[in-house]
């Protein structure tokens, strides 16, 4: 057993790109905020499942709260562990005409037409912790635009009081001005939480903001290649 939250050592899955995902070694502690720089939108998305025991991988280890992947022995032990992690991603269906608090009740319940009052007040503080306003909430999701639907997918993510949020290039819509604030609001929010969170982007900004600790991916190798934090003031001003 370990403490850590996530270990990946000596992982290879080909997933038919120019060359199989790559990852050397990663630890992630509770409440470590870690951004991987490198991984385009495919190479993210094999990244994501590989972590939730979705994928397993063709070579290497993945433990995932003290537990490798590849011990998950069906559907309902996969379903009670991926219970324990958020997923901040595109790929998160939003129901668009809906309004943002019933599409935030849903992970409480499938009655919110309207939902019980419990679980509207459940869904109204989701909505407030992620930084959308009281006026957005009656609003269809399709009102809102690139911010409020990141948010939207952040707050589901939230719902069920995950140990580890995973971002999937989260910031890949926002206008440059918003990507350093959602990053500093996910950052806020997971500290407040005590949550560790793992965002693969590829995106510098972003991964500034939201991480304690940014990592280059060396694609060849799979090394992963921490980058100072000077560095980033310089280059982001």
């Given at each position: 057993?370990t403490s850590?939250?996530?270990?990946?050592?000596?992982?290879?899955?080909?997933?038919?790109?120019?060359?199989?995902?790559?990852?050397?070694?990663?630890?992630?502690?509770?409440?470590?905020?870690?951004?991987?720089?490198?991984?385009?939108?495919?190479?993210?998305?094999?990244?994501?499942?590989?972590?939730?025991?979705?994928?397993?991988?063709?070579?290497?280890?993945?433990?995932?709260?003290?537990?490798?992947?590849?011990?998950?022995?069906?559907?309902?032990?996969?379903?009670?562990?991926?219970?324990?992690?958020?997923?901040?991603?595109?790929?998160?269906?939003?129901?668009?005409?809906?309004?943002?608090?019933?599409?935030?009740?849903?992970?409480?319940?499938?009655?919110?037409?309207?939902?019980?009052?419990?679980?509207?007040?459940?869904?109204?503080?989701?909505?407030?912790?992620?930084?959308?306003?009281?006026?957005?909430?009656?609003?269809a999701v399709?009102?809102?635009?690139?911010?409020?639907?990141?948010?939207?997918?952040?707050?589901?993510?939230?719902?069920?009081?995950?140990?580890?949020?995973?971002?999937e290039h989260?910031?890949?819509?926002?206008?440059?001005?918003?990507?350093?604030?959602?990053?500093?609001?996910?950052?806020?929010?997971?500290?407040?939480?005590?949550?560790?969170?793992?965002?693969?982007?590829?995106?510098?900004?972003?991964?500034?903001?939201?991480?304690?600790?940014?990592?280059?991916?060396?694609?060849?190798?799979?090394?992963?290649?921490?980058?100072?934090?000077?560095?980033?003031?310089?280059?982001?001003?």
């Open positions: 057993m850590a939250v996530l270990e990946m050592s000596g992982v290879s899955k080909d997933y038919r790109a120019l060359r199989p995902l790559r990852i050397r070694r990663l630890a992630v502690g509770t409440a470590e905020t870690i951004a991987v720089v490198g991984l385009d939108l495919a190479a993210a998305e094999v990244f994501v499942n590989l972590i939730t025991g979705a994928t397993l991988p063709d070579a290497g280890t993945i433990c995932l709260f003290g537990r490798p992947t590849s011990a998950i022995r069906d559907s309902a032990e996969w379903l009670a562990v991926v219970d324990r992690v958020g997923i901040v991603s595109a790929r998160a269906v939003l129901l668009e005409r809906l309004s943002i608090t019933q599409n935030l009740a849903m992970p409480f319940t499938l009655d919110i037409e309207p939902p019980a009052e419990e679980v509207r007040l459940r869904a109204e503080a989701l909505a407030a912790e992620v930084g959308l306003s009281p006026a957005m909430w009656p609003k399709a009102d809102g635009d690139a911010s409020a639907h990141a948010r939207v997918r952040l707050a589901r993510a939230l719902a069920l009081g995950p140990a580890l949020l995973l971002l989260a910031s890949a819509a926002l206008s440059r001005d918003e990507v350093d604030r959602f990053g500093r609001d996910v950052r806020s929010i997971g500290e407040r939480r005590g949550i560790a969170i793992v965002a693969a982007t590829a995106d510098d900004r972003f991964a500034a903001a939201v991480a304690g600790r940014v990592l280059v991916l060396e694609a060849a190798t799979g090394r992963l290649v921490e980058r100072r934090r000077r560095w980033f003031g310089r280059r982001l001003g």
